[in-house]
């Protein structure tokens, strides 16, 4: 052990992250000390809404577990009133789903809802991981399921991808399916109003989308569809800047994705009691006030660390990269402090190293202003991080 921890310590000294090291020491571990939780969303009225067509009536404050490994906390979110728990096959590499699992084990089955996502490559691939995710929730059926990631028509529309969501369904494996998207969300949105298979999307959606006037519209259109939509990245990507130590407030983010009656519940990740006790007491007070209103304009014109996936970078690059993707591991390392998840998402795109280290000039533009080189510069130097420095 000491041995395993000396070589850590060096490797963090030394290794090309350099001070990107710093990544590492804000990371949250489960092994946080219990601290009491006033259930501030138990002090008023909760309030709740219906999930489009189904039969799930929701508190608007759900618990997005993609971080979370403290049985705990998600114990703790239980006892405080959240109902609704959403998890991914992939996430943790299957480990969040057991620890939901060892969890809910012991709750009334009638007492909680879970989504669960699982990548759609074939079929027989989907049934065969939702089977493996469903026995480690240690459940028969989860009340959501989701094809995880879809970022366009043809995606969503993909006959192999919703008739293994329907077989799923007829199999009572799951209540309702659904897809989820982060990227090129328009699109995605039209193809689910237009199909009128699924019953249910979980959509990024916050104050900082430069399409969130469009988004807004097309929301209003899918819940009038009777489609029941969940938000997600309402936290805009955590942190206002890398390494800036100014954290979005989480209340005035989550409060303006919720006042779109529109959005039925909001899955904000919750890592820690303090952040459980922020999203609780919105549940019961979604009302801005000017401190908060102030704020969330300022931050509306500053660079931040959420990219809206829109695509036109990638158009203007020569070497076509998946840019987009890219900034998402800048924010997984950065905003949320998930380096793992970082170099996952990059070595899942065959991203090994800077692939713009060999250009002259970019021709890269991007909507939002970020700089593009520097960032890929910055967040591919993950992908030559060892696992075991990681978990």
């Not at 490559?121 to 399921?145: A, C, G, T, W």
């Not at 298979?197 to 519209?217: C, G, P, S, W």
């Amino acid at each position: 052990m000491k041995n395993n921890d000396f070589n850590r310590r060096t490797f963090l000294k030394t290794s090309l992250l350099g001070t990107a090291g710093a990544l590492f020491a804000n990371k949250m571990t489960g092994a946080e000390s219990i601290k009491s939780i006033h259930a501030e969303g138990k002090q008023g009225k909760i309030v709740k809404r219906k999930l489009g067509n189904t039969d799930l009536e929701l508190p608007v404050v759900s618990f997005g577990v993609m971080r979370a490994d403290n049985p705990n906390l998600a114990k703790a979110a239980l006892d405080a009133g959240i109902e609704h728990f959403d998890t991914a096959h992939g996430y943790q590499n299957g480990n969040n789903e057991k620890m939901l699992g060892e969890v809910l084990k012991d709750y009334p089955r009638n007492s909680f809802t879970i989504a669960t996502k699982v990548p759609s490559r074939n079929k027989e691939e989907f049934l065969k991981n939702l089977d493996i995710s469903l026995e480690r929730l240690q459940m028969d059926h989860v009340e959501i399921l989701y094809s995880h990631a879809v970022s366009s028509r043809d995606q969503v529309l993909s006959e192999e991808v919703i008739d293994a969501l329907k077989t799923a369904k007829s199999q009572g494996k799951t209540r309702y399916i659904g897809v989820s998207t982060h990227s090129n969300e328009p699109e995605v949105i039209q193809a689910v109003i237009d199909g009128g298979v699924h019953d249910v999307i979980l959509v990024a959606y916050n104050f900082r989308q430069d399409h969130k006037d469009e988004m807004t519209r097309l929301i209003e259109e899918a819940s009038k569809a009777g489609i029941g939509v969940v938000a997600m990245k309402t936290q805009a990507g955590g942190d206002l800047e890398a390494d800036s130590g100014t954290k979005m407030p989480n209340q005035a983010a989550l409060k303006w994705a919720l006042n779109n009656p529109n959005v039925h519940t909001a899955i904000p990740g919750i890592i820690n009691y303090d952040e459980l006790n922020e999203n609780m007491a919105v549940m019961n007070d979604l009302d801005l006030n000017q401190e908060e209103e102030n704020f969330l304009y300022a931050a509306s014109f500053e660079e931040g660390l959420y990219c809206n996936g829109c695509q036109e970078c990638t158009e203007t690059c020569r070497k076509q990269l998946p840019i987009p993707d890219m900034m998402r591991a800048y924010m997984y390392a950065y905003g949320y402090r998930e380096v793992k998840k970082a170099k996952d998402e990059l070595i899942a795109r065959g991203i090994q190293d800077d692939p713009c280290k060999d250009c002259t000039d970019c021709t890269v533009k991007c909507k939002k202003g970020f700089k593009v080189p520097r960032k890929i510069a910055d967040i591919t130097r993950v992908a030559q991080v060892p696992d075991d420095f990681l978990v």
